[in-house]
T-cell receptor, first 115, second 115 residues
Framework: DTGVSQDPRHKITKRGQNVTFRCDPI?????LYWYRQTLGQGPEFLTY????????KSRLLSDRFSAERPKGSFSTLEIQRTEQGDSAMYLC?????????????FGSGTQLSVL | DQQVKQNSPSLSVQEGRISILNCDYT??????FLWYKKYPAEGPTFLIS?????DKNEDGRFTVFLNKSAKHLSLHIVPSQPGDSAVYFC??????????????FGQGTILTVHP
């Protein structure tokens, strides 16, 4: 069990640029989640995949955001035309489909700074 | 609207004493509650959870109490240790359908345990 891996750990970009983050879940986990955390707040749900199917998207996920999980393994989160308000920690989490509780395993996150 | 609230931004306790972290929720549909711990530069780590059919769950030094009528839960850590110093997040979910793993987090409480 190598845990949930996220890349990069930090990203600094200029407003208007596109950025893409990658998440590698724990290998046997079918469910994958993206959350966003801003300073002084708890993580906020963005979207959720079961295998390659994106089953739910939050209202927070504007049309500038797109997430994919093409082969049901790793996932990418892309933000187009970044804005300063996008600056946050982007957290990925995974869980096994057979889980009877809602325990999520989180990665260390990607810290995005939009200048 | 903040459906899960942790009204104490910080808590300071002496090593060996009890730490009590509190959490309130407003959504009656929540039926599963979790506590996560987060160290700097790491993702949240699952600590303990409780289903709404119970009012107490214990795991070693950690006990979670749920008062459904008051829509309140608390995490007790006894005895507190310096290594417990971290940010603690309360989270809640409404099971069923496609909402599995969609957690609503509180703002977090910074716990500091002094030697």
């Amino acid at each position: 069990d190598t845990g949930v891996s996220q890349d990069p750990r930090h990203k600094i970009t200029k407003r208007g640029q596109n950025v893409t983050f990658r998440c590698d879940p724990i290998s046997e986990h079918n469910r994958l989640y993206w959350y966003r955390q801003t300073l002084g707040q708890g993580p906020e749900f963005l979207t959720y995949f079961q295998n390659e199917a994106q089953l739910e998207k939050s209202r927070l996920l504007s049309d500038r955001f797109s997430a994919e999980r093409p082969k049901g393994s790793f996932s990418t989160l892309e933000i187009q035309r970044t804005e300063q308000g996008d600056s946050a920690m982007y957290l990925c989490a995974s869980s096994p489909v057979a889980a009877t509780n809602e325990k999520l395993f989180f990665g260390s996150g990607t810290q995005l700074s939009v200048l | 609207d903040q459906q899960v609230k942790q009204n104490s931004p910080s808590l300071s306790v002496q090593e060996g004493r009890i730490s009590i972290l509190n959490c309130d929720y407003t959504n009656s549909m929540f039926d599963y509650f979790l506590w996560y711990k987060k160290y700097p530069a790491e993702g949240p780590t699952f600590l303990i959870s409780i289903s709404s059919i119970k009012d107490k769950n214990e795991d070693g030094r950690f006990t979670v109490f749920l008062n459904k009528s008051a829509k309140h839960l608390s995490l007790h850590i006894v005895p507190s240790q310096p290594g417990d110093s971290a940010v603690y997040f309360c989270a809640a979910s409404a099971k069923g359908g496609t909402s599995y793993g969609k957690l609503t987090f509180g703002q977090g409480t910074i716990l500091t345990v002094h030697p």
